[in-house]
């Protein structure tokens, strides 16, 4: 008899990350739930399998999707990530990356569901005092996003002792690049993240960059950030989820390729690889920005065998810069 194929329920799967991971997840076979309430997902996002509209922290629709769905993992996407947004309004974090968390656990106890796979960030470390940063670094986060994020990591050890509940926690900073079919991409509104600003900034006439910051403790002065293919990302997710299947116990991995790039080097690059330069300006540190965050893999590699494999940085703006290009609108929802 052939194997009986898995079922994934992707909460915030119709996001940057979730779209990708849904991606990946049935390209080995997976059958997939999208739960998504496309405040910030996008339905032409989600590329196959099922789709359930609704809020993660909603317990009864939650319930109604475990019911419905005989589920072997989740994995938890559906977050908000704005730190300068979580500074003004925390209130909206809380609600949702804790609150919305606490629902979404509560169904999955009440229908027996028991692994979890969890993207965190590593803004639980706040300003690290050790480069790269290991997951026995102490956690101090500087903004209320990873306070949230560290909030829920710690309800979910809860939850494990209480009720069984085996999870992974991954943390990582910034996601990069597009899917190497060309069919996703990353379409944020607002828009924050730092490459495709700097592409809009390079292929837009009307669109100039800020950056935030020209006077911190590195190199060339602007923030250094640790930038990982989301390809490679979402399948450290899928090596998560074997490794829950395979009797692995709760535990937490940092996920990064090691190395940090400024704010001017990924400005540089943008424009070298565009073959434009990108407009940008000066000005204000943001609230909330440690300076240098970079991440240690070295856990994840020697446990879950994961080593990222699109490293190059010009790799990751090659793929964004294509799908910008190829779709000026976004998903065009």
């Known amino acids: 008899m052939p194997t009986p194929k898995r079922t994934a329920v992707v909460t915030g799967g119709a996001g940057y990350i979730g779209s990708h991971c849904v991606a990946e997840l049935r390209r080995a076979g997976w059958e997939t739930v999208v739960v998504d309430n496309l405040v910030h997902g996008h339905r032409k996002a989600v590329t196959g399998g099922a789709f359930a509209e609704g809020d993660v922290g909603d317990k009864r629709f939650m319930e109604s999707v475990f019911s419905r769905w005989k589920t072997d993992v989740v994995f938890h996407f559906a977050g908000f990530a704005y730190v300068g947004e979580s ?22 106890t009440k229908a ?56 992974v926690i991954l943390r990582y900073f910034n996601a990069a690049g597009a899917d190497l079919s060309g069919t996703l991409g990353e379409d944020h509104d607002p828009e924050t ?20 910051g ?67 300006r000066e000005g204000a540190r943001r609230e909330g920005d440690p300076p240098r965050l970079i991440g240690s893999s070295s856990k994840a590699e020697t446990i879950l ?29």
């Not at 993240?193 to 935030?212: F, G, R, V, W």
């Not at 994961?306 to 065009?332: N, V």
């Open 112 to 167: 027996g569901v028991k692994s979890l796979v969890f993207s965190s960030t590593c803004a639980v470390y706040g300003v690290p005092s050790q480069i790269p940063i290991p997951e026995t670094h102490p956690t101090n986060p500087i903004n209320p996003y990873g306070m949230t994020k560290l909030m829920f990591e710690r309800i979910m050890a809860d939850f494990g002792s209480a009720h069984g509940l085996r999870y």
């Open 305 to 333: 065998g994961w080593k990222p494999k699109l490293t190059s940085l010009d790799e990751m703006i090659s793929s964004a810069l294509r799908w910008r290009i190829e779709h000026p609108e976004g998903y065009g929802e």
């Open 214 to 280: 020209t006077d911190y403790p590195t190199p060339d002065g602007t923030c250094v950030r640790d930038y990982i293919h989301v390809n490679d990302l979402v399948e450290a997710h899928l090596l998560a989820a074997d490794y829950l299947a395979s009797g692995g116990a709760s535990d937490i991995f940092n996920l990064g390729n090691g190395a940090g790039r400024s704010v001017r080097e990924i400005v540089e690059t943008v424009g070298r690889v565009a073959g434009k330069p990108v407009r940008f």
């Open 193 to 212: 993240h730092l490459i495709p600003l700097a592409i809009d900034s390079a292929i837009k006439p009307d669109s100039e960059l800020t950056i935030y």
């Open 87 to 108: 500074v003004k309004d925390p209130a909206k974090y809380y609600r949702n990356n804790v609150a919305g968390g606490l629902g979404l656990l509560s169904a999955m």
